[in-house]
């Protein structure tokens, strides 16, 4: 079922807008056509597209569906044919060493350009702030850090949505932090400190609420990830190995706090990314490998196909697909200097002599070089939101 014929039955459903003409998305053209053409559409100018005609201003502002006002089994129809307005984009914060000016910049996934966001609000220091993405929200959060040029952590939290391309003020955290560890676990964003306190930000509600605190001793912030409910906090590892590295868990129906498994604390050995439910990390080592965590053995097994190109350098930050793609697929971005991406697609591959119980996997990596002007960016964080 086509945009339109959709918007026509909800109108009819809703009792509504009796004797209003629906208007073709795009005068002769087939309506899937029509949607396909809209989809291509840089999210960055919806704003401006809406006001091209009302049915514009409808499919881009409902597009991404409204099954309530349809019987389940139509609705079910529906999405099976229709066309999914939510792309992903990938976002990435990048500084310049010497100037330490902060941007963020955006990636067509059709284009492949980048595209500029307005400027990030407040003051921190690049890599001091957490950033928090919601992305079937479409929405990101910069939250806390340290002020540029000195030690005082701050409180403040801005907000991002793609729909409006836009920054606004958040309710502030209840307490000043920097270097935090943080993730999205249920909907909900999820900050910790070194020091064990934590706190817990419901969008909803636009307001913080306490969290149980982690006891024992600090850890150190090396990378944080959120999966399955939970989200995982290591300090990571460094050579020359003077004891094993700690880590620690929040659960968030429980609202509780347990150690780290042995083997995944000792082998996250890089950054972390989280597609399609299953967590990845890049090895900072070597070839930087792609490796998955395997719960059921704790165990990180490595992923074949090689790793990240050498052409996307140092530093690395990581994002990864919430959901599959195509074919049971997930996808890996893994952005380098001057915003040269890794764009890895993994999925199942058959391995001789592997246990009948594990799924082995193998990657495949596409670059997508940065333009020249960006030679001197370094990233810090990177979101994959679907705008």
């Known amino acids: 079922m086509s945009f339109s014929s959709m918007s026509k039955q909800q109108v009819l459903d809703a009792g509504e807008g009796a004797g209003e003409e629906v208007v073709e998305l795009i005068?002769?053209?087939?309506?899937?056509?029509?949607?396909?053409?809209?989809?291509?559409?840089?999210?960055?100018?919806?704003?401006?597209?809406?006001?091209?005609?009302?049915?514009?201003?409808?499919?881009?502002t409902d597009a991404p569906a409204k099954p309530p006002l349809l019987a389940p089994a139509a609705a079910a129809a529906a999405a099976a044919v229709s066309v999914s307005f939510s792309l992903p984009f990938l976002f990435a914060f990048a500084f310049d060493p010497a100037s330490r000016r902060l941007q963020c910049q955006a990636l067509d996934p059709f284009s492949r350009r980048w595209l500029l966001l307005p400027p990030v609000p407040g003051g921190a220091a690049a890599g001091s702030f957490a950033v928090v993405g919601l992305?079937?929200?479409?929405?990101?959060?910069?939250?806390?850090?340290?002020?540029?040029?000195?030690?005082?952590?701050?409180?403040?939290?801005?907000?991002?949505?793609?729909?409006?391309?836009?920054?606004?003020?958040?309710?502030?955290?209840?307490?000043?932090?920097?270097?935090?560890?943080?993730?999205?676990?249920?909907?909900?964003?999820?900050?910790?400190?070194e020091d064990g306190e934590a706190e817990v930000f419901d969008p909803e509600a636009g307001r913080w609420l306490p969290a149980a605190p982690r006891r024992g001793a600090a850890v150190a912030r090396y990378d944080a990830a959120a999966a399955g409910g939970k989200l995982y906090v290591t300090e990571g590892w460094a050579w020359p190995f003077e004891r094993a590295p700690r880590g620690a868990v929040y659960d968030a129906a429980a609202d509780s706090w347990r150690e780290m498994a042995r083997g995944m604390r000792e082998g996250w050995t890089g950054s972390c990314a989280v597609a399609g439910g299953r967590m990845y990390i890049v090895a900072e080592y070597g070839e930087w490998r792609l490796k998955r965590y395997d719960e059921a053995r704790d165990e990180w097994r490595m992923v074949a196909g090689g790793g990240v190109p050498p052409e996307v350098r140092r530093p690395h930050v990581v994002a990864g697909e919430v959901g599959e793609v195509a074919g049971g697929r997930r996808r890996i971005y893994v952005v380098g200097a001057g915003l040269d991406v890794a764009v890895g697609t993994v999925s199942a591959a058959a391995a001789a002599g592997a246990p009948h119980d594990v799924e082995e996997e193998v990657v495949e990596w596409e670059v997508v070089k940065g333009p020249a002007e960006f030679a001197g960016l370094a990233p810090c964080n990177a979101q994959v939101l679907y705008a």
Do not use: Q
């Open 27 to 60: 005068p002769g053209l087939p309506e899937e056509v029509a949607e396909k053409c809209l989809l291509h559409l840089p999210f960055l100018y919806h704003r401006l597209f809406r006001t091209v005609s009302s049915t514009w201003n409808r499919f881009l």
């Open 135 to 193: 992305p079937r929200r479409g929405e990101m959060y910069v939250i806390g850090g340290v002020e540029e040029g000195g030690d005082k952590a701050v409180r403040s939290v801005a907000v991002y949505s793609a729909a409006r391309n836009g920054w606004e003020e958040a309710a502030a955290m209840r307490t000043p932090r920097g270097y935090m560890a943080a993730g999205e676990v249920g909907g909900r964003v999820v900050v910790a400190g």
